[in-house]
């Protein structure tokens, strides 16, 4: 059962400043197939740049991020084709406005996996079942609610079949009512074992659906463990007065 | 008063009814309008074209490198910095008789001039438009692995072109009215008309009243047009 997971994702020593500010400080991060990772830390701690480095939405100033063992830092990779294969889901949903859902949600894998109209249809409809929002396919996204564009947003994201999920705070911006409904989609991802990378505030949801939680701070990773070890036993200053604040 | 009138609808007659005198302000309506939307036309392309590149150069630090998008990047500017520093006129004439000195085709060279002209500034409007369209869009689309070009044109030049809709009407409203200066190259548009007509009846006031008219209606038919777009597209995402 326990065979050697497979790496996905492996950061070394990744730095990103912006200008004077060091936002990484040397990140060193390996993702297996099937975990579930979920970020946590103070605001402007570098959660967010962190996760946007691994699909190189910002540009990493050091260090190597290696996808399925291939460095994606160096210069010949083609992140294009890599990033089919990382579905990113943002704070503010940022679904394409001028598109349908049905349209968002085909665009990916028409355009770029080389499925058929219909095949991509039927693909997303099946995921847009699933988060039960199945009957949204001919909206806009202006007639949606928070909560439902965030659904769609992950279902836009799962249409590229990816190997990894990044979610950046993907409740923040949510009316609290509409939390749970995307807090569910996320947990019944991970009960299937999608790999998946979740920086968020929601503690009990890093206590419940994290396999290993990760506390960041000044822009490094300075605590990692299991739930258990990360909530009910602190080890670091840093993090017992975040939790303290935050819990 | 009775004498106002008889001369009133001597005036009229002889600017327009007399020698079917009307089928040439016909004639200039139409060339008028052919110049003008086809101007228009290649003016849209070649804003999009510029806006695309600018924007390329300016947010890609990476793409900057190239020293292809380099050269095309200062060729746009250079481009948008002439034609929006000299007179339309100048710009006509010159296409006229330095460019195009060996072709008579007026038509196809004052399309050519108002179409360049219309491109630098429909390639500022656009620009604007792609600045307003939200950066999580680019984005998004690039995290689905789409590249700069493919964001561009499915996701964010649509979003773009809607916001500027009403600017882009207004280019084409200043189009059509400018497009009157290209008797200066004797093409025969709708102002050439009244022109040739007063030199024929020695009559001023009936011609260009009457093409000051004609071009106002013209004008607000294309607003009318315009708004209609609008509204269509934003009751499209309600
Ligand atoms: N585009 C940017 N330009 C300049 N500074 C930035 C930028 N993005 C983030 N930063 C800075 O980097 C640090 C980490 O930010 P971020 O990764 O957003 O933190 P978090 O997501 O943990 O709140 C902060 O100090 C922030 O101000
Ligand atoms: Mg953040």
Redo the contacts with the bound molecule.
Sequence with gaps: MSAEKRVVIRTEGLEKA?RR?K?LKGVDLTIKDGDVVVII?P???????FLRCLNRLEEPTGGKIFFNGEDITSRGSDINRHRQKMGMVFQHFNLFNNMTIMDNLILGPTKLLGLSKAEATERAQKLLDRVGLGDRGANYPSQLSGGQKQRIAIVRALCMEPEVMLFDEPTSALDPEMVGEVLEVMKDLAMNKTTMVV?THEMGFAREVGERVIF?DDGQIMEEGTPQEIFDNPQCERLKSFLAKVL | MKEFFAEFSKDFTQSFIEADRWKLYLKGIGVTLEVTVLALLIGLVIGLFISVVRCLHDQNPSARRNPLLRILNGFCHIYTTVIRGTPMMVQLLIMYFVIFASSRNQIMVAVLAFGINSGAYISEIVRGGIMSVDRGQMEAGRSIGLNYLQTMRYIIIPQALKSVLPSLGNELITLLKETSIVTVIGLRDLTKAAMLIQGKTYQAFMPFIGIALIYLLLVLGLSFIMNRIERRLRVDER
């Design positions: 912006f500010i936002a830390g605001s402007g701690s570098g959660k967010s740049t920086v960041m």
